[in-house]
T-cell receptor, first 119, second 116 residues
Framework: DADVTQTPRNRITKTGKRIMLECSQT?????MYWYRQDPGLGLQLIYY???????NKGEISDGYSVSRQAQAKFSLSLESAIPNQTALYFC??????????????????FGNGTRLTVT | AQTVTQSQPEMSVQEAETVTLSCTYD???????LFWYKQPPSRQMILVIR??????QNATENRFSVNFQKAAKSFSLKISDSQLGDTAMYFC?????????????FGKGTRLSVIA
């Protein structure tokens, strides 16, 4: 089983619909993230959470909301989907940063992505 | 704010040859990490290699190595003996190493095609 699981894998929805993308992880990481990928734009941060009680906006949070239901679960919602939210969405996790010399640099661990199409 | 620039939207290389992907970044901080991620057509994001800014030695992972030039704020990825399976999007990424740590900032990516 994947360490970071995103559901659904693909979704087609209509303009104005509410939609939720779900992410769960078995890595035991405190930190979770939602990124959006558009062709030619790379990955842009939507929201992130450093623990269950912490939610932070990223660079493109407008039109999105999130919920951190538990350490292992972090969901992304589009309250009223619009066509320019058509994109590939990634959930990711990371461990706590460690000091120099320990060899850990807190890389992101990604889910397999959700391809969302808004018509 | 930190930024990451990948100036080559697309590149191609013959199988078994060597290719270098460029990445530059902008920060006023001194302590940070740099990463290269690979995204094959399966769309999975795979960590290729990482570099800690306080280490002068360039990181190496099998056929993948980096040329980290801290003063120039440059972090290029060299792929030796290119294989068809290296065909993918490659993303350079940056994060500060501070007490709070900051989420990764990504470049826009370079699409690499390995040609048989």
């Amino acid at each position: 089983d994947a360490d970071v699981t995103q559901t659904p894998r693909n979704r087609i929805t209509k303009t104005g619909k509410r939609i939720m993308l779900e992410c769960s992880q078995t890595k035991g990481h405190d930190r979770m993230y939602w990124y959006r990928q558009d062709p030619g734009l790379g990955l842009q941060l939507i929201y992130y959470s450093f623990d269950v009680k912490d939610i932070n906006k990223g660079e493109i949070s407008d039109g999105y909301s999130v919920s951190r239901q538990a350490q292992a679960k972090f969901s992304l919602s589009l309250e009223s989907a619009i066509p320019n939210q058509t994109a590939l969405y990634f959930c990711a996790t990371s461990d706590l940063p460690r000091g120099p010399g320990t060899g850990s640099s807190s890389p992101l661990h990604f889910g397999n992505g959700t391809r969302l199409t808004v018509t | 704010a930190q930024t990451v620039t990948q100036s080559q939207p697309e590149m191609s290389v013959q199988e078994a040859e060597t290719v270098t992907l460029s990445c530059t970044y902008d920060t006023s901080e001194n302590n940070y990490y740099l990463f290269w991620y690979k995204q094959p057509p399966s769309r999975q994001m795979i960590l290729v290699i990482r570099q800690e800014a306080y280490k002068q030695q360039n990181a190496t992972e099998n056929r993948f190595s980096v040329n980290f030039q801290k003063a120039a704020k440059s972090f290029s990825l060299k792929i030796s003996d290119s294989q068809l399976g290296d065909t993918a999007m490659y993303f350079c990424a940056f994060t500060l190493r501070n007490s709070g740590n900051t989420p990764l900032v990504f470049g826009k990516g370079t699409r690499l095609s390995v040609i048989a």
